[in-house]
């Protein structure tokens, strides 16, 4: 029984001990009202931020692009990587927001007819992509892209739509 009379006496206590470090800390409330509303004292300039001597606005012209971060520049392989890393970031995040309804939506997903020609088309676009020039890996990058992308809205329409109701059978 002594617990049930701690808890009210520590919560008390608590508020207390907020109350006197709000009211030691806080400046007086007159100050902090005439202080919020003053503007800058007239004939003084505004101070933005810190000024640097001789520096003058950019241009684009002068940037220069770091081939590194440059990923349209990157070779058709390393992108093709980046659209499979994409799908592979969505699925998660569906996973990750939907933990009850995922894995019955990406069975019913797996099953529809179009995903399963997304998948033929996929695997014939990986069978041919080792033995593929640059150029041909180029032009077929946005058919992997469309690929992936409809194969994820479908995904992502899939774990929208509720779960059918199951057929009972007697």
């Not at 608590?14 to 030691?24: E, M």
């Not at 995903?115 to 088309?121: A, F, R, T």
């Not at 057929?167 to 007697?170: A, K, N």
């Given at each position: 029984?002594?617990?049930s009379r701690?808890?009210?006496?520590a919560?008390?206590a608590?508020?207390?001990?907020?109350?006197?470090?709000?009211?030691?800390m806080?400046e007086d409330p007159?100050?902090d009202a005439?202080?919020?509303?003053?503007g800058p004292?007239?004939?003084?300039p505004?101070?933005?931020?810190p000024?640097?001597?001789?520096s003058?606005?950019?241009?684009?012209?002068?940037l220069?692009?770091n081939?590194?971060?440059?990923?349209?520049?990157?070779?058709a392989?390393l992108r093709?990587a980046?659209?499979?890393q994409?799908?592979?970031?969505?699925?998660?995040?569906?996973?990750a927001?939907?933990?009850?309804t995922?894995?019955?939506a990406?069975?019913r997903w797996?099953?529809?007819?179009?995903?399963?020609?997304?998948?033929?088309?996929w695997q014939?676009?990986?069978?041919?992509?080792?033995?593929?020039?640059?150029?041909?890996?180029?032009?077929?990058?946005?058919?992997?892209?469309?690929?992936?992308?409809e194969a994820?809205?479908?995904?992502?329409?899939?774990?929208?739509?509720?779960?059918p109701?199951p057929?009972?059978?007697?």
């Open positions: 029984m002594a617990s701690v808890w009210p006496n919560l008390l608590a508020f207390i001990a907020a109350g006197v470090t709000w009211a030691l806080r007159e100050k005439s202080a919020a509303h003053a004292a007239p004939g003084r505004v101070k933005t931020g000024e640097v001597k001789g003058k606005p950019r241009s684009a012209a002068d220069k692009l081939p590194r971060d440059n990923v349209v520049s990157a070779p392989e093709k980046l659209v499979v994409e799908g592979v970031r969505v699925i998660n995040e569906l996973k927001a939907h933990p009850a995922f894995d019955a990406a069975k797996i099953e529809t007819p179009r995903v399963k020609e997304l998948i033929k088309e014939a676009l990986e069978a041919g992509w080792k033995d593929a020039t640059e150029e041909a890996r180029e032009a077929r990058l946005p058919d992997a892209k469309a690929m992936w992308d994820m809205a479908l995904l992502r329409a899939e774990v929208a739509r509720p779960a109701e057929v009972v059978t007697r």
